[in-house]
T-cell receptor, first 112, second 112 residues
């Protein structure tokens, strides 16, 4: 079953604008991760946020986690054409589970 | 260089002809997994392995087999491939299932 679901499915913005993607999940988690995939290539890890953290930054990336709403957001500031990719959230299913589940992704297009 | 390798990268085969996709990692990771990616469905976990000789089913294990005889290798076996197994397959590894996943470059499989 799909644990994480990203929203929107697709997003198109101008270079320099900020991009926000959301992820909702169903069960308690230990942590949540965000990945990027350039067309047809392997996924690349962006950031991991643990269930006891509320916000995390890495360069132009800002991730928030709201465990009460079972949701996370990924903000990319000052977007560049090179940020064009699909973005996925991934969650475990909490204590005792060894399974990692990815959502369907948000396809981001940054127009130069 | 730390990496996950998959072979072959591209494969066209016919229904019923057994095939194996190899996956190898050189990072001494405990956790390895296989995913398939299909348009509109995102990444779905096929099988995962917590350590040598320990494997378990993911969300879509039907039609696939795996083995983990050595820590570095985690081959995916399709005993009798069918057209609905046409997909893009990714192998990934990590220190632990809750950690950053390192992905291979992908294997594009077509079953005629």
């Amino acid at each position: 079953s799909q644990q994480g679901e990203e929203d929107p499915q697709a997003l198109s913005i101008q270079e320099g604008e900020n991009a926000t993607m959301n992820c909702s999940y169903k069960t308690s988690i230990n942590n949540l991760q965000w990945y990027r995939q350039n067309s047809g290539r392997g996924l690349v890890h962006l950031i991991l946020i643990r269930s006891n953290e509320r916000e995390k930054h890495s360069g132009r990336l800002r991730v928030t986690l709201d465990t009460s709403k079972k949701s996370s957001s990924l903000l990319i500031t000052a977007s560049r054409a090179a940020d064009t990719a699909s973005y996925f959230c991934a969650t475990d299913a909490g204590a005792g589970s060894y399974q990692l589940t990815f959502g369907k992704g948000t396809k981001l297009s940054v127009i130069p | 260089e730390a990496q996950v390798t998959q072979n072959p990268r591209y494969l066209i085969t016919v229904t019923g002809k057994k095939l194996t996709v190899t996956c190898s990692q050189n990072m001494n990771h405990e956790y390895m997994s296989w995913y398939r990616q299909d348009p509109g469905l995102g990444l779905r976990q096929i099988y995962y392995s917590m350590n040598v000789e320990v494997t378990d089913k993911g969300d879509v294990p039907e039609g696939y087999k795996v083995s983990r005889k050595e820590k570095r290798n985690f081959p995916l076996i399709l005993e009798s491939p069918s057209p609905n197994q046409t997909s893009l397959y990714f192998c990934a590894s990590s220190l632990d299932r809750a950690d950053e996943q390192f992905f291979g470059p992908g294997t594009r499989l077509t079953v005629l």
